[in-house]
């Protein structure tokens, strides 16, 4: 059963050069499908020339909340213009990230409801970053109406888990669930109802354990799938053929 890279960065220049080989090896490894995802206009319109250039590559557009700063009512409009493509399957990655100060909490407010806006628009769903910012995230997405939400790379507790379960979020397990103290992120995501739950390397960052600090590549997203499935007790195979059914679903790719 193959595996589906829900977040990786493969229009990262600098770290992938050579996408065709990376997409290669995935391939090889059994990750037959990449969701690559936008920071800014320029890398959003990077990531839909690899969904245009090859099978199995899918775009998520939109403004990072660290580049909100920069972020304006031209950018929302290249972003929007970029929504209708039919390789482009969701807005993000957008959201909260009060760890970095590039830009301040009022602009990444603005960015990121300007980008829920036009989501809702347009009937896409959307992939959250958030960073030391899940109660603030939390609350404004509870005062809203509800969309299809997938929080990135999640890393909240299971009270946070709880809350993002009630807006009907899926929630995205990388490979810190592989390293060795992260006992209660594992426990957290057993607990996790199994439909909800999705695989993503975010590559070039956050390598699995056996590569832990090196550039990630989306092949590697097996690791963190073979960690989730020790973690729920269940075979490689079923734990693959669970999340990747969980991201069709999200992602409406079958
Ligand atoms: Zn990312």
Not at 126 to 136: S, Y
Not at 228 to 246: H, I, M, P, Y
């Amino acid at each position: 059963m193959p595996l589906i890279d829900t977040h990786c960065h493969l229009n990262d220049e600098r770290a992938f050069p050579d996408p065709e080989a990376v997409v290669a090896e995935a391939r090889e490894a059994g990750v037959d499908r990449l969701i690559v995802v936008g920071i800014d206009t320029e890398s959003s319109r990077s990531a839909l020339a690899l969904a245009e250039r090859f099978d199995g590559v899918f775009a998520v557009v939109g403004w990072h909340p660290t580049s909100a700063a920069a972020f304006s009512e031209s950018e929302l409009s290249a972003i929007e213009a970029m929504l209708t493509h039919p390789r482009v399957v969701a807005v993000g990655e957008i959201g909260l990230d009060f760890y970095w100060d590039k830009s301040t909490p009022e602009q990444q407010h603005a960015c990121l409801e300007a980008q829920l806006d036009l989501a809702a628009r347009h009937g896409k769903p959307v992939v959250f970053h958030c960073r030391d910012a899940n109660d603030e995230l939390l609350s404004f997405l509870e005062a809203r109406p509800v969309q299809p939400y997938l929080f990135h790379c999640f890393s909240g507790d299971a009270g946070h888990a709880a809350r993002a379960l009630a807006l009907g979020a899926y929630l995205g397990v990388d490979g810190p669930i592989t390293y060795p103290k992260n006992e209660a992120m594992r426990a957290m995501f057993g607990e996790l109802p199994r439909d909800r739950v999705v695989v993503e390397t975010d590559a070039p960052y956050m390598a699995p354990v056996p590569y832990r600090g090196k550039p990630n590549r989306p092949a590697w997203v097996a690791h963190v799938a073979a960690m989730l499935a020790s973690v729920w007790g269940v075979s490689d195979k079923e734990c693959a053929s669970t999340t990747t059914e969980n991201a069709e679903r999200f992602f409406r790719l079958a």
